[in-house]
C-alpha cells in the first residue's frame, strides 16, 4: 500500500507517491496522459522497475485525481483545444513548475523522465526548457511535442474517437466505472487480451479518489497550444521512443518521426501494443530503461 504525499507551488498542490528508496535507487519519474490519474502506471510495472534497480515516483497531473483541479467555462471542446482556439486556463510552463515541484519535494536533483500519450509531450518540453533536471527522456506513445497544433492532427487515428463518441454520459458510479473501462479498452492493443480484472480496479480507484470531469481534456490539451518550444534537435538528454504497433489512437510516425529528431535517439516499436503498456511488454520496457540509464552513467563519468 502506497502512502499519497503532495507537492506544492504557487496555488497548486500535487498527489504523488513513491516505490523503492528515493535515496539510492535510480530516480525515474512517471508522467501520465490525458485525463488519467497515476493509478493508471500499475503498481506491479512500478515494483518491476523498482526491482531493476529505479526508485520510482509518480504523479497526479493538475486536473487529475487528487492535485489541484483548475476551473474552465462549461463548453467542451477538446479538438478547438487542441488546434490552439481555446485561452488557456493555465501553460505548458506551469505544467513544467508541476514537474520541477515533485522532483523537489522528493529532493531529487534531476531524473529519469517518462511520459506516455500527453505525458510524452511534457516529457519533451521537460527536457528542453529544463534540461537540467533531466538524466534520460523516454518518450511513449507520443509525437513531436514541437509540431504545430495543425500538424497534430495528421499523427491522429480517428476511429477511436467515433468509439469514444458512443460512450454517453455517465450518471451514476457504475456507469462512470465503465465508461473508464471503456476507455482503456479502446486504447489497447485489439490484437491482445484486454486486462478486464485489471482495468475495472484501477477504474474503480480512479473514480473514486476522483471523479473524471470532462471539461480537463480542454484544459489539459490548451495548456500547449501557446507554448514556443526549441527543436527537438536540442534535446541532449539520452533517449528512448517507444511506439505501440496496435496503437488505436496515435499513428506510428508519431514515434518515428519523434525519435528521427532528436539526436542519437533509440526507437523501439512493439507489437501487441496499443497507446497503453501491456503487462507482457513490461519486461522488455523495463529492460530498455535499465540499459538507457546504464548508458546515461558512463557517457557523465
Not at 258 to 284: C, D, F, N, V
Amino acid at each position: 500500500m502506497t502512502t499519497t504525499r503532495y507537492a506544492t507551488h504557487d496555488d497548486v498542490t500535487l498527489a504523488y507517491e513513491t516505490f523503492g528508496d528515493l535515496e539510492t535507487g535510480e530516480p525515474l519519474l512517471l508522467i501520465m496522459g490525458l485525463d488519467f490519474q497515476m493509478v493508471w502506471w500499475p503498481d506491479e510495472l512500478c515494483a518491476q522497475l523498482v526491482d531493476a534497480g529505479f526508485a520510482v515516483v509518480r504523479f497526479d497531473n493538475r486536473d487529475t485525481g487528487l492535485s489541484t483541479h483548475l476551473e474552465s467555462p462549461t463548453t467542451q471542446n477538446p479538438w478547438r483545444a487542441l488546434l490552439g482556439g481555446t485561452a488557456p486556463a493555465y501553460t505548458g510552463t506551469d505544467v513544467l513548475d508541476d514537474v520541477e515541484a515533485v522532483l523537489d519535494a522528493v529532493g531529487w536533483a534531476s531524473a529519469h523522465v517518462m511520459g506516455i500519450s500527453l505525458g510524452a509531450g511534457v516529457a519533451q518540453a521537460t527536457a528542453l526548457l529544463r534540461p537540467s533536471r533531466v538524466r534520460t527522456l523516454t518518450s511513449c506513445n507520443g509525437l513531436p511535442c514541437t509540431v504545430s497544433p495543425l500538424r497534430r492532427l495528421a499523427y491522429l487515428r480517428f476511429g477511436v474517437f467515433r468509439e469514444l463518441a458512443r460512450l454517453g454520459d455517465p450518471t451514476t458510479r457504475e456507469e462512470a466505472i465503465d465508461v473508464l473501462v471503456a476507455i482503456w479498452r479502446a486504447l489497447s492493443s485489439p490484437a491482445h487480451p484486454f486486462p478486464e480484472q485489471w482495468a475495472r480496479q484501477a477504474a474503480t480507484l480512479s473514480h473514486d479518489r476522483s471523479p473524471r470531469d470532462p471539461r480537463t481534456t480542454q484544459r489539459q490539451l490548451a495548456a500547449w497550444s501557446r507554448v514556443r518550444l526549441p527543436a527537438l534537435s536540442t534535446v541532449r538528454a539520452p533517449t528512448l521512443v517507444i511506439a505501440g504497433e496496435d496503437d488505436p489512437l496515435m499513428k506510428v510516425t508519431g514515434g518515428r518521426d519523434t525519435a528521427r529528431q532528436i539526436p542519437g535517439a533509440q526507437l523501439r516499436i512493439l507489437s501487441g501494443m496499443g497507446h497503453t503498456l501491456p503487462e507482457h511488454r513490461w519486461p522488455e520496457v523495463v529492460a530498455s530503461l535499465r540499459e538507457l540509464a546504464g548508458h546515461a552513467r558512463s557517457t557523465t563519468s
